[in-house]
């Protein structure tokens, strides 16, 4: 008998074309044994809501949730989490399209590996579900996990919607701290603390980028050029982005997430080195010297050109802003 496996989507203000291809794809699974857990966090856009209930009478795997008031995102989806009574859980976003065999290939991985979470590949998809990357793990340089890893520490390792995990890494993950920024970074950040990570080469789903992407698959270029619309191309412009949006958003807020989980005595240690050095290369204006730090922290299997342009970004800032700004 198939093993019972959670799957938790949030919803506000959903495109509902977007909607209804991803809701449809989760219930042509070749995996069965599955509950949709879906919770709409007040849109104003009733058409979400009226969707979601007319899928919730139709498929009896459906559980809608409609919140009262907005929450926002990461109390929206602590809340599902606390919804989960599965052994398994998978996270889910509003508008992919997952591959009939998803499910499958992650609960076979993860049990065939032994540990706490599997993430996959995915190929990237545009508004018209046209494939215009083949490998997101190539084209973003995603990090490849085996067991254990520090990268699970100092990095995001693979997106939420790529990901499965036991609901020992969820009861761990319960309540949300105040630092929480992302779910997908502390469940492997915590996986990595107990059994460990594996991952899938195979694409298992289309990941969507669309013109309400906040960053998602977004490159550098790309979020470097709407920051430029908006504040400006000077150095100090520059600075301030590169203190706000990547050392700190993508960086320095995770590791201050993962100690506050922190058990492993290692990995507390560990955390507040990698601190004192995100923090340190945010008072660097010019030249940062100490790059020997970044291939102890951040280096590591599949992330060789990533590695390039981070080392330029944390460590030669200057050189940064010519090479990517003017």
């Known amino acids: 008998m198939e093993d019972k496996i959670d799957i938790i989507l949030t919803t506000y203000n959903t495109k509902i074309e977007y909607l209804k291809k991803q809701i449809d794809s989760i219930l042509n699974q070749t995996y069965t044994n599955i509950k949709l857990l879906i919770s709409d966090d007040n849109s104003s856009e009733k058409e979400v809501q009226k969707i979601l209930k007319?899928?919730?009478k139709k498929d009896n795997r459906i559980k809608v949730y409609i919140q009262e008031k907005n929450i926002g995102y990461i109390k929206n989806f602590e809340f599902l989490l606390k919804q989960t009574d599965a052994e398994y859980i998978m996270f889910c976003d509003h508008d992919d399209i997952w591959y009939e065999n998803k499910v499958e290939e992650s609960i076979k991985k993860l049990k065939s590996e032994n540990v706490d979470l599997v993430y996959c590949n995915s190929t990237q998809i545009n508004e018209k579900d046209e494939i215009i990357k083949k490998d997101y793990f190539k084209y973003k340089n995603v990090p490849l996990i085996k067991g254990k890893n520090n990268l699970a520490i100092s990095r995001c390792?693979?997106?939420?919607?790529?990901q499965i995990i036991t609901k020992q890494?969820?009861?761990?993950m319960l309540p949300f701290t105040e630092k929480v920024m992302a779910h997908d970074w502390l469940a492997a950040f915590i996986a990595n603390e107990n059994k460990g990570i594996a991952y899938i080469e195979e694409p298992l789903f289309g990941y969507r980028l669309h013109n309400t992407n906040v960053f998602g698959g977004r490159n550098l270029a790309q979020n470097l050029?709407?920051?430029k619309d908006e504040n400006g191309k000077t150095y100090k412009s520059y600075l301030k982005y590169r203190k706000e949006k990547v050392?700190?958003?993508?960086?320095?807020?995770?590791?201050k997430m993962c100690k506050q989980y922190a058990k492993n005595e290692a990995n507390k240690k560990f955390l507040t080195e990698i601190i004192h050095y995100?923090?340190?290369l945010e008072k660097s204006k010019y030249v940062n010297f100490h790059i020997f730090k970044y291939f102890k922290?951040?280096?590591g299997k599949n992330l060789f050109k990533k590695s390039i342009k981070e080392i330029v970004i944390f460590h030669f800032p200057i050189i940064g802003f010519l090479e990517f700004v003017k």
């Open 157 to 162: 390792i693979g997106i939420g919607c790529s």
């Open 247 to 255: 050392i700190d958003k993508a960086y320095l807020d995770g590791a």
């Open 278 to 280: 995100y923090e340190n």
């Open 54 to 56: 007319e899928y919730e």
């Open 297 to 299: 922290f951040l280096a």
């Open 169 to 172: 890494v969820r009861d761990k």
């Open 225 to 227: 050029a709407r920051w």
